[in-house]
């Protein structure tokens, strides 16, 4: 098989979350740890940072990864879900893994498919440890797909976890309350490995708190705080304050949104950790590196301007907690109109995300092209339901020419509500 081949291979022969939803979601890791053992167990072969967490945990990987990388170690990176080419999912110090060693790896493990039929994800974490160890990277930063517990990335056994926040998504499978949604995602916590809570709040800290036991807890936000920030020269510009030594640091990021302030926190006490644990890190690499991210990583995406005049972004924010976020960005900027173009999946809490949307904006619902894509048609109904109209595109790109063509020089057009949306934009 070539390349294309053997794409359309794991596309059509194993089940993909992204596709069907939750019939592709295994509950436990008895495939991973199969399919780990007929390789070798690659995955304790490297050393690893595990990331979990409702939203961030993207941004905050590819920071990390950047950091590492700039500091001199050969840093893996494995990341879901991918934006263009599957081989985006994993990387070593930015470049993708070769098309040659997708095609040799599923060659390789088709005994182990036709006999215990795993998932998508299943096979692209056994793939990504197989090739991290054969490339002996120094480390790897490794980010969950769903929830923790019981996700196939968790046979690892990292140096440090990080669970960068805990919000209401994904609860027909991880839990209807932020304290079952935190329990699954604690569950990456080792014994005696570090672990650093991003954000917390008062009904999640016991829950992690109680997973950790004999594990160093670290909360990032009560470490350091941002007293300043600024936009400027397209870089986002933010003060940190160390509490402790009451030291103040600057960093310039390329992922300009707001809300990377969060992440930033969660970063930097990862950083910390990883210091006292002999990892060569110092403060010029994290400055070099935060604003070169994009550069380093290919992270796209999260607020990435792809126009001026009018301004069009695109964002990820697929969430209560993520459009929220998006909202705060809003508030922060000049623009006349908003021209917010839509699309959503199945199993998200659509009512709750909508409910948040601002009456003014002009909308343009449209869907991705996947089973699990939300027709732009019951968007608009449900959207009417609360009170916001707007127009129905087929596809993504065409909601996009709509907004172009209504919008004034001066106006923002938006695009958002799922990451297979961002994904089928086209790039001038």
Same mark, same amino acid.
């Given at each position: ?48 940072? &595990? ?10 990987? &590819? ?18 879900? &991918? ?23 599923? /060659? ?31 480390? $790897? ?22 669970? *960068? ?13 932020? *304290?079952?949604?935190? #329990? ?81 926190? *969660? ?8 210091? /006292? ?114 127009? *129905? ?23 958002? #509500?799922?990451?297979?949306?961002? $994904?089928?934009? /086209?790039?001038?």
């Amino acid at each position: 098989m070539n390349y294309a081949d053997t794409l359309s291979y794991l596309f059509n022969k194993l089940p993909m979350f992204s596709k069907v939803g939750e019939s592709a979601y295994k509950k436990d890791l008895t495939n991973t740890i199969a399919l780990c053992e007929a390789l070798g167990n690659p995955h304790k072969k490297f050393k690893s940072i &595990h990331i979990a967490g409702t939203n961030g945990k993207g941004s905050t990987s &590819h920071m990390l990864a950047a950091i590492l990388q700039t500091a001199g170690y050969k840093t893996g990176l494995y990341t879901s879900p &991918h934006l263009h080419d599957f081989r985006e999912r994993i990387k070593i110090n930015g470049e993708c893994c070769s098309e040659e060693f997708v095609i040799e790896f599923t /060659q390789k493990i088709k005994p182990q498919i036709e006999s215990i039929a795993p998932s998508f994800f299943e096979i692209t974490v056994a793939m990504a440890f197989e090739y991290f160890a054969a490339q002996s990277v120094d480390i $790897a930063i490794i980010e969950t797909g769903l929830g923790g517990r019981l996700d196939s990335t968790n046979i690892i056994l990292p140096e440090l976890s990080i669970i *960068t926040n805990i919000g209401m998504d994904h609860m027909n499978l991880l839990g209807n309350t932020l *304290t079952a949604i935190a #329990g699954e995602k604690a569950g990456i916590i080792k014994p005696l490995v570090p672990v650093v809570i991003g954000e917390y709040l008062p009904e999640t800290l016991p829950i992690f708190l109680s997973a950790a036991k004999t594990s160093l807890v670290s909360l990032a936000q009560e470490k350091r705080y941002i007293s300043d920030w600024l936009f400027q020269d397209n870089l986002l510009n933010i003060t940190v304050v160390d509490k402790e030594k009451n030291e103040y640091q600057h960093f310039a990021l390329d992922l300009t949104g707001f809300y990377q302030t969060k992440n930033l926190l *969660t970063v930097l006490e990862a950083c910390t950790l990883l210091q /006292q644990h002999g990892w060569n890190i110092h403060y010029s690499h994290i400055q070099e590196a935060l604003k070169n991210i994009k550069k380093l990583t290919g992270l796209h995406g999260r607020w990435e301007v792809i126009q001026m005049n009018p301004m069009v972004i695109l964002d990820v924010g697929h969430n209560v907690d993520g459009i929220k976020a998006i909202l705060t960005q809003l508030d922060l900027m000049n623009f006349n109109q908003l021209h917010w173009v839509m699309g959503m999946v199945k199993d998200k809490d659509i009512t709750a995300v909508l409910s948040l949307l601002p009456n003014t904006a002009k909308f343009y619902f449209t869907k991705a092209n996947i089973p699990r894509a939300l027709d732009e048609n019951e968007l608009l109904n449900q959207a009417n339901e609360i009170g916001l109209t707007g127009s *129905t595109y087929s596809n993504v790109n065409e909601a996009i020419l709509a907004a172009n063509e209504n919008a004034g020089i001066n106006d923002l057009i938006l695009v958002c #509500g799922s990451v297979f949306l961002i $994904a089928e934009v /086209q790039r001038n």
